[in-house]
Antibody, heavy 120, light 106 residues
């Protein structure tokens, strides 16, 4: 079964860092790319960044440059999204998604989401 | 950054009606346009990729059309389980999403 399984909910204080994992199974890990998006409760989807699982190349939304790092461990079929210097506005559900190059880069498989709460 | 504008914000229809959802891009995105459905408490699900291709397992009542900057998602014969928020997304550049259209049943 093709799936992405994310790590559990996190509660962090302002200024701290959070690292969310996304484990892939049921397919060849390096044949696809991964996007991360976030969703503030009750609001829309906001792109955070992209990772090529084949090359390790990354791309980040301007808004998060300097604060976000997306990495991979191919031996574990897992990608990671780390966000530094957390603020209350970073409270959101973070999703990883599999990007399909042959489908004009649409995202066909989504993780279940990880709630990150930033509160003092 | 390519901005996607969806309209209307909310659509309230009766079962069996046809729903027409619009997505307009600030510049051409070619065929790099997808549609997603999100139900409360769930992750989004891919409905349509490359403007008009249904993803695996998506019912035929969902169809996509358009080109360049103007795109449409049509739900023909609305069913109660179609209540959700629908998002368009472009990948002509780094990804961006529209603000969503909420579909309600009267």
């Amino acid at each position: 079964q093709v799936q992405l399984v994310q790590s559990g909910a996190e509660v962090k204080k302002p200024g701290a860092s959070v690292k969310v994992s996304c484990k892939a199974s049921g397919y060849t890990f390096t044949n696809y790319d991964i996007n991360w998006v976030r969703q503030v409760p009750g609001q829309g989807l906001e792109w955070v960044g992209w990772l090529s699982l084949h090359s390790g190349s990354t791309g980040y939304a301007q808004k998060f440059l300097g604060r976000v790092t997306i990495t991979r461990d191919t031996s574990l079929s897992t990608t990671y999204m780390e966000l530094d210097r957390l603020r209350s506005e970073d409270t959101a559900v973070y999703f990883c998604m599999r990007e399909v190059r042959q489908w004009r880069r649409a995202n066909d498989i989504w993780g279940q989401g990880t709630m990150v709460t930033v509160s003092s | 950054e390519i901005v996607l504008t969806q309209s209307p914000a909310t659509l309230s229809l009766s079962p069996g009606d046809s729903a027409t959802l619009s997505c307009r891009a600030s510049q051409s995105v070619g065929t790099y346009l997808a549609w997603y459905q999100q139900k409360p408490g769930q992750a989004p699900r891919l409905l349509i990729y490359a403007v008009s291709n249904r993803a695996t397992g998506i019912p035929a009542r969902f169809s996509g059309s358009g080109s360049g900057t103007d795109f449409t998602l049509t739900i023909s014969g609305l069913e109660p389980e179609d209540v959700a928020v629908y998002y368009c997304q472009q990948r002509s550049d780094w990804p961006s999403f529209g603000g969503g259209t909420k579909v309600e049943i009267k």
